[in-house]
């Protein structure tokens, strides 16, 4: 049984920083891409930013230069930092993983609420 645990949302003003975790547990193989999406009220779920094993990172264009994906391997963990958050940038903020068990497939997080607001 495979488990992706999220932490590190809250409530933060504009031009503030956050850090999300999200660390998978259970037998684990490996772990292909991670990466993390966000889905504002009313509105659908959207692309953050993703990175593969090997290091290789994408971005959604509306926060290319404030936040950064990073990975742990050894701690089968994903990070989000963000900077210069926006009031635009609340949402619930869900980490997905593709990761190898017995099987290949995606699993989410539970998400966490950041919200931006003086």
């Known amino acids: 049984q495979v488990q992706l645990v999220e932490s590190g949302g809250g409530l933060v003003q504009p031009g503030g920083s956050l850090r999300l975790s999200c660390a998978a547990s259970g037998s684990i193989f490996s772990i292909d891409t991670m990466g993390w999406y966000r889905q504002a009220p009313g509105k659908q779920r959207e692309l953050v930013a993703t990175i593969t094993r090997g290091g290789s990172t994408n971005y959604a264009d509306s926060v290319k230069g404030r936040f950064t994906i990073s990975r742990d391997n050894a701690q089968n963990t994903v990070y989000l930092q963000m900077s210069s958050l926006k009031p635009e940038d609340t949402a619930v903020y869900y980490c997905?993983?593709?990761?190898?068990?017995?099987?290949?497939?995606?699993?989410w997080g539970q998400g966490t609420q950041v919200t931006v607001s003086s």
């Open positions: 997905k993983m593709t990761i190898v068990t017995t099987a290949r497939r995606v699993y």
